[in-house]
């Protein structure tokens, strides 16, 4: 059997991205294992393929910030003791970044990665014993594919996109009720049916960039052109102020009670909303990702970003770009505002293409073709 340790340690997009290549290689090769180095906070994604046997928890977002207590409490220690416990056959830095081939120079195992062409940041090249050339101008999930592959000695071929998740992912035993009596989601028992259950829109309204949110009162719009086609708008939350926009979205809806904020989840916890639901629609954010990787149905909404080489990718993906002569920038912060006169100012102004209205009519569309 082949042992691969993976360094894929973060964003959450980027380690959704890497499943694939690891469908394919047990397609392809048949009797391979694979251990994972992942920072603590998505350690639940590589769990849910079922070729991943030990996932090692780091935590360089939060080492970084307290060097000397991570230090003198063995934490470090206790992480380079896991981290060095087994002999790889293979070790594939899938980052391609310094802290990611540092880590993989640590493990014992002949090191992989990308060239200093290909790499995020060419020095961590150095670090690896078989740089591998891998073209920059496709999808992420492409590259970490086409990684693996040469890594492994295979080849892609026709070899089919599968996460490699869906099919071991337990279907949840409860869904959201229809009649909410407060902002917090209430939930029952699933003993009925999911055809008995209300058709049900999921809302991935938050993320990073201030620039890449789309304007809270085309969310309350979307919402109630939605809710009144009798689905139920479904809010996830995963801090204070996502918290706090849900919340509003639901207060200023025409159709409240027929939005529901739910209670803050586990990546596991939302992925089974995810699951139940009938479509998603989403900013430029990590659990877009999540969305596509069990192909459920997905809007994907792109302002200053562009989904060419990192979006939403897989089956039921529908991405919706803003046709202004400035985007895409990838800028963080924008001073352009456009005043419209039902909405207000909107801003980022790119945002100002992708209205409620055009975002209805692509998510009734993209339902249609799911119920042909």
Known sequence: MKKVLIIKTSSLGDVIHTLPALTDAKTALGDIQFDWV???????????????????????????????????????KKFKQQLQQEQYDYVIDAQGLLK????????????????????????????????????????????????FARSLGYQLNDLPLNYGIAEYITLPDHTISTDPVDNEAN????????DD?????????????????????????????????????????GNEAEHQRALRIKQKSERERQVVVLDKMSLNELLKQIINVDAVVAVDTGLAHLSAAIGKPTVA????????????????????????????????????????????????????????????????????????
């Open 100 to 147: 990611s081939a540092l880590i993989a120079r640590l493990a014992r195992g002949q090191r992989y990665g990308l060239d200093k062409q290909s790499a995020r940041e060419p020095l961590a090249s150095y670090f690896y014993q078989y740089p591998q050339a891998i073209d920059k101008h496709q999808h992420a999930v492409e590259r970490v594919r086409q990684l």
């Open 187 to 194: 939930v029952k028992n699933n003993s009925d049916s999911k």
């Open 197 to 237: 259950a209300s058709r049900q829109i999921l809302f991935l309204h938050g993320t990073t960039w201030a620039t890449k949110h789309w304007p809270e009162q085309y969310w309350v719009e979307l919402a109630d052109r939605m809710s009144g086609t009798d689905y139920t708008i479904v809010l996830p939350w």
């Open 38 to 76: 992942v920072e603590e906070n998505f350690a639940e994604i590589p769990a849910w393929h079922p070729d991943v046997k030990n996932i090692i928890p780091v935590a360089i977002r939060r080492w970084r910030k307290q060097i000397f207590k991570t230090i003198f409490s063995g934490e470090w």
């Open 301 to 372: 909404l792109y302002g200053p970003t562009s989904p060419g080489l990192t979006g939403t990718y897989g089956k039921n993906q529908l991405h919706l770009q803003a046709d202004i002569e400035c985007a895409p920038c990838f800028k963080k912060k924008c001073i352009k505002t456009k005043y419209d006169k039902k909405y207000g100012d909107i801003a980022p102004e790119c945002f100002s293409h992708l209205t409620p209205a055009q975002v209805a009519e692509s998510l009734h569309e993209l339902l249609s073709r799911q119920a042909s």
